[in-house]
């Protein structure tokens, strides 16, 4: 019947997108072909893998039987999301040489991760990340907290790719923007209710590889049309943008302030992602979770190499050419965001063009199966199992809580991509590695690593950290100005982290030293046997309940 459920939601997307783009000239043939044919193929996989999906293990964790290369790919493809294909290059066909930053940004909290945080994450965990820090503290605040940094996080994530799956499949299909990200939300729902994590990481393992085979192709012909001479592409792009001042820092991020805290929030964010940091649960032991790191690092940092030069050849291909351009609102057509889309058809036709919106598809939906899997496992696992039901559920319960969960963030994640539209979808992924530094790293990292650390401190300066975050990204200029309406933005600065990571590690080591009740005396003592087992992993099977 579910099955049944899913062919005619498939139907009736495909009747709808018929209804809309019938009578269109420019429509892409061969693009929507390999758009249906991708659709049915993951619906495929998510058959396969409801069929292998039993246990809360199997929904949360594909039963940690992913090796480490497998999920090494499937990070990176679950990280190469649409604000790294689409939202970089198009920064870097805006604004040049400063679209680097994020690039660089994105890349640099690896290094954390794999020397910090992968095995003694895998050691100590279960299912979230809130099973590690709240190993020795008090279940029910740690958890709370987490679930809201989690979500908050996710949700800012799931922003930027909606907005960038609405625009791709205006372009593709003709569709109204609204109606775009409807279809893409209800899709969503669709595969991660049925297939758990387990038809995740095999999406993400199949939209690794072709987006890294596509965007290859992308680089090479680019560097092919310039004699494979990055001299004469930054001269080109100079030369269309008629303008010097793309290959100069200081275009994108002005003033130091904002370039620090954007910086820490992308060194520091990744490492309290919530949906990356589920995966290493996917794997049998820590010495497989180094090597998702491992791979995992040596994929990104070569796919970010590729969005920089695409970025640079959609400035040369794109900046003079009528085709690619909006007579009415000026710039190229769909926006920044849609920059490497046209580049690809400036490249390879109509052919090649169909297979990169069909990959930057498969992209948005790998990513936002991994987000809306974290922030459903937040509220079925962490708030429903562990707080409310304070253990005592059986797993059908929890794992129909994560499913009703995920209808609502599909629902929320909807609204908000129609709500935030005309924004880059690079910028808001930054604004989300800003609070997921603020709020989910500072008690991720002190839970494992300072042995003072205290529920008490945790949560108040967890709290403080993601209440200050959250609220500088309200009054900043992304909220403030631009969906808000208002004149002038409060907040002056683009990203908050500077200041929100600041206060939550001040706040958790102030509360942990003023907190002197047994609690925290007992809490400091469990440090010894946390810290053998996560650098060990003998004990129990996970920490659900300390």
Sequence with gaps: ????????????????????????????VSAIIMFVLFVVATLGITYWAAKRTKTAKDFY??????????????IAGDYMSAASFLGISGLVYLKGFDGLIYSIGFLVGWPIILFLVAEQLRNLGKYTFSDVASYRLQQTPIRVLAALGSLATVALYLIAQMVGAGQLIQILFGLDYEYAVIMVGILMILYVTFGGMLATTWVQIIKAVLLLSGASFMAIMIMYKVGFSFETLFSQAVAAKKSASIMAPGGLVSDPISAISLGIALMFGTAGLPHILMRFFTVSDAKEARKSVFFATGFIGYFYILTFIIGFGAIVLLTNDPTYLDPVKGGIIGGGNMSAIHT???????????????????????????????????????????????????????MRVSKYSTIALGIVAIILGIAFEKQNIAFMVGLAF??????????????????????????????????????????SKAVWVDVLGNKTAIYAYGNPALFSMTIAFAGIWLFSLMDKSENAAKEIAAYDHQYIRSQTGIGAEGASSH
């Design 344 to 398: 690809a058809h400036a490249i390879g036709g109509n052919l090649f063009l169909g297979f990169i919106s069909a990959v930057a598809f498969a992209t948005i939906l790998a990513v936002v199966s991994g987000l809306t899997l974290a922030g459903a496992s937040a509220v079925s696992h962490d708030l429903y199992a562990n707080v409310f039901a304070r253990g005592r559920v059986d797993e059908m319960t929890e």
């Design 1 to 28: 019947m579910k099955w049944g459920l899913l062919l005619l939601t498939l139907s009736n997307f495909l009747w709808a997108a018929d209804a809309q783009f019938s009578g269109k000239r420019d429509l892409n």
């Design 61 to 74: 964790t594909a039963g940690g039987g992913i090796t480490g290369f497998q999920n090494g790919l499937a």
């Design 434 to 475: 800003a609070i997921a530094a603020s709020a989910n790293f500072p008690i991720l990292f002190l839970s494992m690593f300072w042995r003072k650390l205290t529920t008490k401190g945790a949560v108040w300066g967890g709290s403080l950290g993601l209440l200050t975050a959250v609220v500088l990204v309200v009054l």
